[in-house]
DNA sequence: TTTCAATGTTTAATATTTTCGAATGAAGCT
DNA sequence: AGCTTCATTCGAAAATATTAAACATTGAAA
């Protein structure tokens, strides 16, 4: 039967693009690259690599197995890794989605750090504020925010926050600051657009839904940011994604208290069934780390 | 480094509770097993197992190690086998949800065919209505009937269906037979407790909404046909769960074409990311086969 | 066309690992 | 204490893995 490292090998020929390569990477003779590839395709009874002298390419039944072993190898690690054997590095690809302010916010900023803690860890980012189909194809990890629908990902709270409205000061100066919810409601709106329908308490904290009053959507959650900047309306916003454009005098938050389904906590998410955990531990570590100070 | 077969060697010792049983049925001798063993320990720099001269039983990492790799093994093998390498068997553990009726009327009938073409291959059921929530916890496969909610899941259509209104004769002989959505307000539903609000064509295919009137509600799909059959009241049941008592006469169909929702095909749905996929097509060709005549 | 350089394979000797029977030890049962 | 049942250790033998060196193939340069 075939063995670990004939595993091994095979992924380093493939990664390496060649015996030769891979015996200088793995320290072996290529003679050993030779014979381990050999063994492993006389024992599968398939063929893996085809090769002449020149170059080597994978076998449709290569490339197969070849995504399939790689995984199960860093299953293998991380197993290891799980009762405290070897000291093996994390290492693969993490895919991860997450809202435009969470990246450009919170991630960017630390990414350094990240990538020198674990240099060999490479991460796949799909940057979107769409909510729904993001996770289903074949993504490690998603960072979402407010409520959860039901999707039988496994969730940790990263951080809790709430919701609120904001504007620009030449926004106020200009339309005037709303008191009550009839004056809020002729306001021109900054919206994602799936925020056009809005819950809001009264004074008597009754809930009233209505239609906001748009000049443009955008739906990119950091751009709209922006244009709530520039003046152009009431914008709703995650508290944490702007606190610091509220410090500054950039941003004035709009009658406090008004949103009534204002919590929206920063969430992981990752799928439950994964052979590997060590990844998206570790991710889950650099997540939380960053938004300790919003505590 | 240790070995595939090193860790194989492992799992049959957890297995079999012993290194002599496990070299008993490995074919090799008990040596071979403690070497095996000790070496892979020593390479993972772990106790795995606890063993005086009596008894063997897991360390705690062992314990951990052993779910893990079992695992991964597994795939090592559907890898094997998604190469058309190697003749190994479908062998471990398929957790299945289904509703009721799937399973007392199409899988039961033939599950022992099943289980002979696949001797290795355990099954676990989870028999339910209920829609949400049932495959978050580490289930392999879900049987779900009428439209998908979109859940991460990959799908594949087992059957067309649809619902139909139907009732036992002897309820219709008793309060009529409905002609139109007046006199169909005015009967008895048996309702499974989500099926209570219902839309429905009128004469002009203007689709109204309404509750059902119910005396009780029953939250087994199978036991609500039962009730049925009993004359308790008109029910809404997919087609292909009641085409033989159709048949027999023993439920009879209310008004064919009114129902506005009806199209209610059977899926099998998965997880994306497993690592085995071979169980599961294994088990979708089954699925397949028992609905091949209600096409 | 010939030659060279780069790459992969084979061969055969060498080194390492694995295996097994037998001996040893440890613990429960009578 | 004596017997039985397991697991481990030992040492020799068997099996397997590794390597250098020779060989083969091919693309490109001369």
Request: glycine share 4%.
């Amino acid at each position: 039967m075939y063995n670990l490292s004939d595993l091994e090998t095979f992924i380093a020929v493939v990664e390496n693009k060649g015996v030769l390569a891979a015996a200088r990477e793995q320290r072996l003779s290529p003679a050993t690259v030779s014979h381990r590839l050999s063994k492993l395709e006389r024992e599968l009874a398939t063929v893996l690599v085809f090769r002449d002298s020149r170059r080597v390419r994978l076998s449709p039944a290569g490339e197969i197995f070849y995504t399939r072993v790689g995984a199960i190898i860093e299953a293998l690690h991380d197993a290891e890794h799980s009762i405290g054997a070897r000291s093996s590095s994390v290492s693969g690809l993490l895919r991860v989605t997450m809202p435009p302010w969470v990246f450009s916010k919170y991630v960017m900023p630390k990414l350094n750090e990240f990538e020198q803690a674990y240099p060999e860890l490479k991460l796949d980012f799909l940057i979107t504020d769409h909510f729904v189909n993001v996770v289903d194809d074949a993504q490690d990890v998603a960072i979402r925010v407010g409520k959860l629908n039901d999707s039988g990902l496994l969730s940790r709270k990263i951080v809790n926050n709430s919701r609120i409205l904001c504007a620009a000061p030449s926004y106020i100066e200009k339309y005037g600051m709303p008191e009550n919810l009839t004056q809020l409601s002729e306001h021109y709106w900054v919206c994602l657009p799936w925020q056009r329908q809005l819950k809001l308490f009264d004074e008597h904290k009754k809930i009233h839904t209505f239609n906001a009053k748009t000049r443009f959507t955008i739906s990119n959650s950091d751009n709209m940011t922006q244009a709530a900047i520039a003046g152009h309306g009431i914008a709703i916003k995650s508290k944490i994604a702007i606190n610091e454009d509220l410090k500054n005098g950039i941003l004035v938050e709009v009658m406090p208290g008004v949103m009534a389904q204002d919590d929206a906590p920063v969430w992981f998410l990752r799928p439950q069934n994964s052979l590997t955990t060590r990844k998206t531990d570790v991710f889950y570590d650099f997540m939380k780390s960053l938004f300790l100070s919003c505590e």
